[in-house]
């Protein structure tokens, strides 16, 4: 932690590995180009997870991490959403978070800035108390921060569920978009995942900045459009894409197993397959992804998790309950043994999608893995299941980074959907056209990192803020 000299950053991210590993690399920018110290508050309902740790302890020593103690959710129905489990945790771990900043206050280690993310914005009533300037960490894009910021608005002004509505909802400098793309807790309006998420969402215009893991290349409009200064909107800085970059949770023989098979496919010729940390599908759809692997004929890496009818049921915790490999088609795995390798609940995304060998990436649409994708150039398969994931598909199908899966009129994408799609993304035109966009996203993704790039200078921008802010309260803590 602080040692009182050097500028002090806290960050809290709200329960999820998703939502730790972009926050991650914050921190490690934060130290090696503005020379901060980072500490992570971490918030959870339970003991922190094997990957949370894992991700925690592959960090250097100027990032500490203090773990507040479980908040008690014992009232919480089981079956209350993921979006309601992560705003309780955070709301509830504000007495854990005042002892704390209340100690370091002593000893005069105070933070100059807390940052948290999407969920975490009642942390800022511990903030204010303490002087410290409160900032929010948008890890998706500008794109659904645009419709975020819209959403008060059209809670106010559309009376049916947003599902219903018939026309798309044009909001500016958002892709048009239907009710049932919304953001997932705006399915069910009178869900307390839906009130949860318009309370943190209100709560947007308390903080001195916003900043949003995207980059220019990939939404100019939108970003021109939110970076506009408006009333009630704090300024927003792009300063993405962050990115893992490295393999935390996976086990050391399933990296050695994924990397060495991938060592033996030719150049771009491997479709990697993976629905996150924590998505599932419904059995029906595992078996018709499966199938359409094998007929699509092309080489494949699937992590694969136990089917389930939630699509987000893996959310606090990847590995899967029962062995996913039995769930596979009778004989799949000797009829594809030349053509695909499958892995079970977690593989090291960051490298495979450095590895020559992949051609592609079928994806849940998260948006570290869009990302990740980008920046290596990896063409994609959207492949939306929930969060802000359809709105994601939107955007990366609307720019020209990702083809299409789609769904049959039962809800499900059938297999010669998957075998059209693959096919179509390896071998196609369509893909090509994809693969085109996504050399120019790349480049566009580097080019903002560089010393005198979009997204580097508004971090400065920010660090400068930040270290003033810090001298503001070094003078208050002395005083
Ligand atoms: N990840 C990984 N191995 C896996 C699945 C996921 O390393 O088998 C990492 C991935 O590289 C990404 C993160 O976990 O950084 C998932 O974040 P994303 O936003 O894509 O989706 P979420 O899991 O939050 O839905």
Redo the contacts with the bound molecule.
């Keep these: 932690m602080a040692d009182g000299n050097t500028p002090h950053v806290a960050i809290i991210p709200s329960p999820?590995?998703?939502?730790l590993?972009?926050l991650v690399e914050l921190a490690k920018r934060l130290l090696d180009n503005h020379g901060f110290t980072v500490t992570f508050i971490i918030p959870g309902d339970s003991p922190p997870s094997k990957a949370q740790r894992s991700v925690l302890n592959s960090l250097p020593s100027s990032i500490a991490s203090v773990f507040l103690p479980p908040a008690d959710l014992s009232d919480v129905p089981s079956t209350a959403r993921i979006e309601t489990r992560i705003s309780l945790t955070v709301t509830r771990s504000n007495p854990a978070l005042r002892e704390l900043f209340g100690s370091l206050s002593a000893e005069k280690r105070l933070p100059a800035v807390l940052v948290v993310d999407l969920f975490g914005t009642d942390a800022f009533d511990v903030a204010a108390e303490f002087h410290v300037s409160p900032y929010i960490f948008y890890?998706s894009n500008a794109n659904v921060l645009t419709f975020l910021l819209h959403l008060p608005k059209l809670d106010e002004t559309v009376s049916c569920e947003f599902r219903e509505l018939t026309e798309p909802v044009i909001i500016p400098g958002c892709v048009p978009i239907t009710g049932k793309d919304f953001v997932d807790p705006c399915q069910d309006r009178k869900d307390e995942s839906y009130k949860w998420l318009l309370h943190n969402v209100k709560r947007f215009k308390e903080a001195e900045g916003i900043l949003v893991n995207s980059f220019v290349d990939l939404e100019p409009n939108t970003i021109k459009i939110v970076q506009e200064p408006a009333p009630d909107k704090p300024p927003v800085y792009l300063i993405g894409p962050l990115?893992?970059s490295g393999?935390?949770?996976?086990d050391v023989n399933d990296e050695y197993k994924c990397l060495n098979w991938l060592d033996n496919q030719p150049f771009g010729s491997v479709l990697y397959v993976?629905?996150?940390?924590?998505?599932t599908l419904t059995f029906e759809q595992f078996i018709e992804l499966a199938l359409g692997l094998a007929e699509s004929g092309k080489r494949f890496l699937w992590?694969i998790r136990s089917p389930s009818g939630i699509a987000s049921s893996s959310?606090f915790n990847?590995q899967s309950r029962n062995d996913p490999f039995s769930f596979l088609p009778q004989g799949f795995l000797d009829r594809t043994k030349e053509k695909g390798l499958v892995v079970g609940?977690?593989?090291?995304?960051?490298q495979i999608?450095t590895h020559t060998s992949i051609g592609g990436f079928l994806?849940?649409c998260?948006?570290?893995?869009?990302l990740?994708s980008i920046v290596n150039g990896v063409p994609l398969i959207a492949w939306p299941l929930?969060?802000e994931?359809k709105m994601n598909a939107l955007l990366l199908v609307d720019v020209g980074a990702a083809l299409r899966a789609r769904l049959g009129e039962d809800g499900v994408v059938g297999r010669e959907e998957v075998a059209r799609v693959v096919k179509g993304l390896i071998e196609g035109e369509e893909g090509n056209a994809v693969r085109k966009k996504m050399k120019e996203l790349k480049e566009g993704s580097v080019r903002v990192l560089r010393d005198d790039g979009f997204s580097t200078k508004s971090l400065n921008e920010v660090s400068l803020k930040w270290k003033a802010h810090q001298r503001k309260i070094d003078q208050e803590q002395e005083s």
Excluded: C, M, R
Excluded at 247 to 250: P, Q, Y
Excluded at 274 to 279: K, R
Excluded at 345 to 350: D, H, K, V
């Design positions: 999820g590995i998703g939502h590993i972009p890890a990115v893992n393999s935390h949770d996976a993976s629905f996150g940390s924590g998505g992590v959310y990847p609940s977690w593989a090291p995304q960051a999608l994806t849940h998260g948006w570290n893995s869009s990740e929930y969060a994931q």
